[in-house]
């Protein structure tokens, strides 16, 4: 019976800065608000509620980007105590999140977010959306995804 190989104790082992982050924000509709989604302003009666522009599907991919850098979260980076963030473009902070990561030796390999909403109808403004997305995060359009359900 031949003995079993052993691995070599010194060898390198070949290691990867791949991360896999998960984000997930959730606001309240108001009246008087403007709905922005991924970057892009949506007919409705009510927006959400917020700091910024509150688009709650940015802040939870720049949740999710931060998060898989073990950076913290959107809060850390941009508190909604800070006058500087007062309605504030997401894709704005989005972008700062990506030069944040670019910092620290990582870039977006690919974007899949799920919106969970009844109303309004959002499929025709997803393509919008994903192209800002890419466009922030200086990505390439077929890396981003984003669905909606209900």
Do not use: W
Request: with cysteine.
């Amino acid at each position: 019976m031949a003995k079993p190989k052993r691995s070599n104790p010194k060898a390198k082992i070949r290691r990867t800065k791949i991360r896999i982050g998960y984000g997930h924000d959730v606001h309240q509709f108001a009246e008087g608000r403007k709905l922005i989604l991924g970057g892009i302003t949506i007919p409705n009666e009510r927006g959400l509620v917020g700091h910024s522009d509150a688009d709650v599907l940015l802040h939870a991919i720049c949740d999710a980007l931060l998060g898989a850098a073990a950076l913290g979260d959107i809060g850390r980076h941009f508190p909604n105590t800070d006058v500087r963030f007062k309605d504030i473009s997401s894709l704005e902070l989005m972008n700062r999140v990506r030069l944040l990561l670019g910092k620290e030796g990582y870039s977006v390999v690919n974007i899949d977010a799920t919106v969970v909403l009844e109303r309004p109808q959002i499929a025709d403004y997803i393509s919008a959306m994903q192209q800002g997305i890419a466009r922030s995060l200086k990505t390439d359009v077929a890396r981003v995804s984003v669905k909606a359900t209900t």
